[in-house]
């Protein structure tokens, strides 16, 4: 069975830059599509953005411009670069892979924006 685990989570400063990594432990284009979610404290859990196996990316309204998904094929890597960073992206971030009706996901990573 494919895992995902997820990395580079962390505190960093209003403003600031970070990214996220999601390995998978088996190819990467085993999934059909892969998302990133996100959930802050007390609330539900929302969908950050989707690569397609095309390389096709799509991103909730209020993540456009700022965030940026992209994968290494080779490395078996989904990424997930935020930039401008504010205290309400605080969150665990999720990574989900698709395969048909089957959904892996890893165990999130903590992103705290804070000063």
């Known amino acids: 069975q494919v895992t995902l685990v997820e990395s580079g989570g962390g505190l960093v400063q209003p403003g600031g830059s970070l990214r996220l990594s999601c390995a998978s432990s088996?190819?990467?284009?085993?999934?059909?599509?892969m998302d990133w979610y996100r959930q802050a404290p007390g609330k539900e859990r929302e969908l950050v953005g989707t690569?397609?196996?095309?390389?096709?990316?799509n991103y909730a309204e209020t993540m456009k411009g700022r965030f940026d998904i992209s994968r290494d094929n080779a490395k078996n890597t989904l990424y997930l670069q935020m930039n401008g960073l504010k205290p309400e992206d605080t969150a665990v971030y999720y990574c989900r892979g698709r395969m048909g009706y089957l959904e892996v996901w890893g165990p999130g990573t903590l992103v705290t924006v804070s000063s």
């Open positions: 690569i397609a196996s095309s390389g096709d990316t």
């Open positions: 088996g190819n990467i284009f085993t999934f059909n599509a």
